[in-house]
């Protein structure tokens, strides 16, 4: 049986978090909430040093369970507990980090974890680096529903241009990551299709993720109780059945001049993922060049992101895979043995 992690990525308001549910419905996976510690840790890697020596593996585990930018309680898990077993475990960058969501998954007894969070998408490359067999699933969405709903969320607060960029994007990544990564790595299907026939779309995803389908996925409502934290009213949906009601409710939720604009800017990405065009007129001139001039910054902001950490991984200070898996540990060259003895606390 498969002990690979598993990412939901997609559009933010794509439906993510109804999936994340489904899947906490099976018998052996634990989708976690949103933990936000994830992708700061990769990126703060220097400040900690070689995480080969304990003292340093300490470190992380505390600014982790500790630090007010993380939700590292969204979890549930005991902070001692996790520092302890971070410790005693193999050192390396993600194995740290796995670890939390391994005793997360550990609190139902099940024996594989997933994370959930939309941004990922778009740092598929730092997630592979730090769980080299992880699975993503790509949930898309009507890119009008997901600029609806941005619009209406109480912690967006970037305007229609930036919505309008944020699916694009996204459709973009996936694009990328359906050329270049495997079949079994990396898996796309369309929220309208899981809304309107649950238990055939989960069925196909369960062959991808090696596991037999459960009839638990198709009315994930206790799952939503356990994973969806109460503070989060937004995804209030997610505690009733499934439902298709917000299907195509952009027509009502949009502003014309807002359904031109996503039509011209990524109305060919529309297209492209079997999304019919309204038909409307052509956007102004001036809100198409504010969109571009949007999607210009947030094109150069991620590549100066990128610059610089390629510029880290010159001088990593220690290793970044994980070695908790099998999978993970085959790659490194580490083949698990039947009875293996555990990680000692010292590696290197």
């Not at 990126?43 to 500790?66: K, M, N, P, Q, T």
């Not at 960058?93 to 959930?116: E, H, N, Q």
Request: with cysteine; proline share 6%.
């Amino acid at each position: 049986m498969s002990d690979r992690p598993v990412f939901v990525i997609g559009c933010p308001r794509s439906g993510t978090t109804m999936l994340q549910l489904m899947l906490s419905s099976h018998p052996r996976l634990a989708v976690a909430p949103e933990t936000r510690f994830v992708l700061p840790a990769y990126y703060r890697r220097r400040v900690f040093g070689d995480l080969r020596a304990a003292s340093r593996r300490r470190s992380l585990a505390e600014w982790i369970a500790g630090d007010r930018s993380t939700k590292f309680r969204e979890l549930k898990i005991e902070k001692a507990d996790f520092v302890r077993q971070a410790v005693e475990g193999p050192g390396s960058l993600g194995s740290v980090i796995g670890t939390a969501f391994r005793m997360y998954a550990d609190r139902f007894d099940k024996p594989r974890w997933g994370d959930k969070r939309p941004s990922y998408i778009k740092h598929t490359d730092l997630l592979l680096r730090l769980f080299p067999d992880a699975q993503f699933i790509h949930l898309i969405r009507d890119g009008r529903d997901c600029v609806a709903s941005l619009k209406e969320m109480p912690w967006y607060t970037s305007d229609s241009f930036h919505a309008v960029a944020t699916w694009a994007e996204a459709m973009d990544a996936g694009e990328r990551l359906r050329r270049t990564l495997p079949e079994d790595t990396y898996f796309e299907l369309r929220y309208e299709d899981l809304t309107d026939d649950p238990e055939t779309e989960l069925k196909k995803l369960c062959v991808f993720l090696e596991e037999d389908f459960s009839p638990a996925m198709v009315s994930p409502r206790e799952a939503a109780s356990v994973t969806v934290p109460a503070h989060k009213v937004w995804h209030s949906n997610t505690h009733g059945e499934v439902t298709r009601s917000r299907v195509g409710s952009w027509a009502n939720r949009l502003d014309s001049w807002e359904i031109s604009l996503c039509e011209q800017i990524f109305g060919d990405r529309l297209e492209a993922n079997g999304y019919e065009l309204s038909g409307a007129p052509r956007a102004a001139k001036e809100h198409v060049t504010a969109c571009q001039k949007t999607m210009a910054r947030r094109r150069t902001s991620r590549l100066r992101k990128g610059f610089r950490d390629r510029l880290n991984r010159m001088r990593e200070p220690s290793p970044v895979a994980a070695l908790l898996t099998s999978g993970q540990r085959v790659l490194a060259g580490v083949p698990q043995q039947r009875n293996e003895s555990p990680e000692p606390a010292e590696h290197g």
